[in-house]
């Protein structure tokens, strides 16, 4: 069965530094991946997705994820967290149609 | 080009009673598919609809319904409300079936809390 785990509930990062946020998922076969990011009272916005080729993938507001097919990742990166980023990040995997498992979720504060 | 719509933003009902969501899709889009979100669950995958069926359903109980319309829009009823079903609930929309291509765009949700 699929299944996507995201080990850190909250994260905290100052303004300015640098973010990973964890994505392990579990697949049969090569998986789409996406990272979506929600604002509390929103609903989901798309920052990247993977399907295939280049395993480094760059996103909607500076954001970047990189495929390890042997670690069974797909990390989301950003060089320089903004106050704005503060949300909460959902990795998620699909086999192609609309049937996502998504993670449990990894909170990010920004502190100033 | 307007988002996905949903209403109402929010709902309170009783226990018992039951209730349709509505969602409307970015225009063009042809898939909706439904989500279920709580803090205990999390994200759940309620259906999928395409051309007016049903092509991918998920775990819930035969309370969880929906349908589309010809025109893409999409509603989901939940009968015999039980204060487990308290959730947001959250319609996506995409172009074709969904995968790297046609990815899944969000609506804000619908708030459901049941008394």
């Known amino acids: 069965a699929q299944s996507v785990t995201q080990p850190d509930i909250h994260i905290t990062v100052s303004e300015g530094a640098s973010l990973e946020l964890r994505c392990n998922y579990s697949y049969g076969a090569t998986p789409y991946l996406f990272w979506y990011v929600q604002s509390p009272g929103q609903g989901l916005q798309l920052l990247l997705k993977y399907f295939s080729g280049d395993t480094l993938v760059q996103g909607i507001k500076g954001f970047e994820a990189e495929f390890k097919r042997s670690q069974s990742s797909f990390n989301l990166r950003k060089p320089s967290v903004h106050w704005s980023d503060a949300a909460e990040y959902f990795c998620a995997v699909g086999p192609g149609g609309n049937k996502l498992v998504f993670g449990a979720g990894t909170i990010l504060r920004v502190k100033s | 080009k307007a988002g996905v719509t949903q209403t109402p933003r929010y709902l309170i009902k009783t226990r018992g009673q039951q209730v349709t969501l509505s969602c409307s899709p970015i225009s063009g889009h042809r898939s909706v598919s439904w989500y279920q979100q709580t803090p205990g669950q999390g994200l759940q995958f309620l259906f999928e609809?395409?051309?007016?069926?049903?092509?991918n359903k998920g775990n819930f109980p035969g309370r969880f319904s929906g349908r589309q319309f010809s025109n893409s829009r999409s509603e989901m009823n939940v009968s015999t409300l039980e204060l487990g079903d308290s959730a947001l609930y959250l319609c996506?929309?995409?172009?074709?079936?969904?995968?790297?291509?046609?990815?899944?765009?969000f609506g804000n949700g619908t708030r459901l809390t049941v008394t």
């Open positions: 996506a929309s995409s172009l074709e079936r969904g995968g790297a291509s046609s990815p899944l765009h």
């Open positions: 609809y395409f051309s007016e069926t049903q092509r």
